[in-house]
């Protein structure tokens, strides 16, 4: 079996044949990295107990059945491992895997040659599927649903409509943004599940994985005073242990303590929450500017120079979930602990201190 996307696999393609459903581009280098230390197997793939054993028994079902499993959605914040679950699921169920995403899919051909190629029973991940366009939607239906695609060919009076069967296929959707899926996408999965933030203790054994595989020396402490910095996020997590190794190796013998790491991320400017310089402009920003808001998200965005989608998809998900970040119907809000995080007084302090 071989998951398309391997590392190895990529390897053994000269550079200019490389496979086109998986563009090469400018986070190759971060993807080559995820992909050797990703999880293969449920047993290595740590987190997400409950959705494992779902998944367990929904593949076991399949095989029973001897049929292809049911369409699959997986939707949450970027980088709890969709991609890998994917890829464990191929793994686990004996098959193939092609990875693509909805923006590599942007005219009809693209997708019905995808489509094409797939063996039977083989996974189809398409990453990112809210950002599919409403023609490779409709052409996605009937694949779906009946395994077959409607091609037209000839002009105006001429047109002929060709039914092309499709092998028996299963397709995994991930998105960050499962609202953004249209309603008749989202009925044609028969399995969808979200995925949760890790917790500390989960992502200080993710990040011992990674550095049991990349062969650096790291002690329980020095694993939880990064996982506690890490946002819920194992790829935030496995980004991290590789800055603070550096930092071990440079300014001492290598080896990872509580110590060197909470040293090493102060450098790198990252709180005990585990928020960079980017959350904290936002968090101030409301605070200073919008007193504790409400106030738009693109007010926000072009004040501190980053785009709305990168704060709805990146900076946003953790805030909330950590109760420093409020979405109201007239825009953000902060709550009373992102001022005591950040060192300022709450208003009820300020009001209280005024009336002595
Ligand atoms: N690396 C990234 N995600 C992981 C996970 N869930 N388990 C183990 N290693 C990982």
């Known amino acids: 079996m071989s998951i398309i996307a391997d590392d190895s696999d990529f390897e053994k393609i000269p550079k200019d044949k490389k496979n086109p459903i998986i563009k090469p581009d400018a986070v190759e280098f ?32 399949a095989k029973k059945r001897e049929k292809p499993l049911d369409h699959l959605l997986f939707y949450g914040p970027p980088g709890l491992g969709k991609t890998t679950l ?11 895997i092609k990875i693509t995403s909805a923006p590599a899919l942007e005219r009809p051909r693209d997708i019905i040659g995808i489509l094409m190629s797939l063996q039977g029973g083989e996974i189809l991940f398409i990453d990112e599927i809210h950002r599919l366009n409403k ?17 037209t060919t000839g002009k105006s009076q001429t047109v002929k409509t060709l039914r092309v069967p499709l092998p028996k ?48 020396e790291i002690d329980e402490e020095g694993a939880k005073a990064i996982a506690s910095r890490s946002r819920g ?11 603070v190794s550096d930092y071990a190796l440079v300014k001492y013998d290598g080896k990872i303590t509580r110590d060197i790491a909470n040293k090493s991320l102060d450098i790198l400017k990252i709180d ?27 007010t926000i965005a072009a004040a501190i120079g980053e785009d709305v989608r990168t704060i709805e998809d990146v900076c946003e998900p953790f805030l909330l979930q950590a109760g420093l970040l409020q979405r109201t119907p007239r825009g953000r809000k902060v709550s009373p602990a992102t001022y005591r995080h950040l060192g300022y007084k709450t208003k009820q302090q300020t009001t209280q201190q005024s009336l002595f």
């Open 272 to 298: 005990e929450y585990g928020l960079d310089t980017t959350d904290r402009s936002l968090l101030r920003l409301i605070i200073e500017k919008y007193d504790g808001g409400p106030v738009g998200i693109e």
């Open 233 to 243: 996020t194992p790829r935030i997590a496995n980004r991290l242990v590789k800055r």
């Open 86 to 96: 994917a890829g464990v699921i191929a793994q686990e169920t004996g098959v193939d």
């Open 30 to 61: 971060d993807r080559n990295f995820e992909n050797c230390i990703r999880p293969k197997t449920f047993d290595t793939y740590i987190g997400q107990t409950a959705l494992k054993e779902t998944l367990k028994i929904t593949i076991k079902a």
């Open 169 to 216: 296929f299963t397709l995994i959707g991930a998105t960050t943004k499962a609202g953004e899926l249209s309603g008749p996408l989202r009925d044609r999965f028969g399995i969808i599940h979200r995925l949760e933030f890790y917790t500390v203790d989960e992502l200080a054994q993710v990040i011992k994985r990674t550095a049991g595989i990349l062969d650096i």
């Open 135 to 151: 023609v490779a939607e409709e052409i996605l239906y009937p694949a779906m649903e009946d395994f077959y695609l409607d091609m």
